[in-house]
């Protein structure tokens, strides 16, 4: 009779990469998304309430991948760290996932109304609720440098005017930075913490 013996990989390890692929498929989702709406902000005519062009509903649309995919981003990076990013971290994400959640719903909404719905203040009080969120998640990961300290700060207020506050080319100018997130995040994970 012949024994096998099954080697696992040491858990860190083993959630790191499921956590690294899942940041890797949020800013992948996140691109998509801010890709329809940046692209539909710069080449298309959209309306003002009532939807009367296909750009009206693919701007709204957008809403579900890019939506999406930066929550799936920011839930994978606060995890890489561990909990080291503190309860400054988990706030962060939580604040982050309640807001970004809203804002899909509402925009989800609007795209089967086919008009844009507002429900008063939420969609600017959350578009805003998502640069603090994101605000006190860098403020966690200051020290961990998992990324760069200037993208850290960068990620805040270009998470805002880049996605759901979106004005004129600047989703595509965040597309860059999730590019550049996608490029440097698995290489500082695999340094070590005194090599960032």
Do not use: N
Not at 147 to 170: D, N, T
């Amino acid at each position: 009779m012949t024994t096998t013996t099954l080697q696992t990989a040491p858990r860190g390890r083993t959630d790191d990469t499921s956590w690294l692929r899942l940041s890797l498929l949020g800013v992948g989702l996140a691109i998509v998304g801010l890709l329809m709406m940046g692209l539909t902000m710069l080449t298309a005519t959209t309306s003002d309430g009532d939807f009367h062009h296909v750009a009206d509903y693919v701007l709204t649309a957008a809403a579900l991948p890019q939506g999406v995919g930066l929550f799936l981003l920011t839930l994978g990076f606060h995890r890489l760290q561990r909990g080291q990013d503190g309860k400054l971290g988990t706030v962060g994400v939580w604040i982050y996932g309640v807001c970004m959640a809203e804002l899909v719903v509402e925009c989800m909404a609007s795209v089967v109304a086919g008009a844009e719905l507002q429900w008063g203040p939420l969609y600017p009080a959350c578009a805003f609720g998502l640069m603090i969120g994101l605000v006190l998640l860098a403020a966690g990961s200051w020290k961990i440098r998992l990324l760069p300290r200037w993208m850290l700060a960068l990620w805040p207020p270009l998470g805002l005017v880049g996605s759901f506050l979106g004005v004129g080319p600047i989703p595509l100018v965040f597309v860059s930075f999730l590019v550049v997130v996608a490029v440097l995040l698995p290489k500082r994970l695999a340094m070590s913490p005194d090599q960032r």
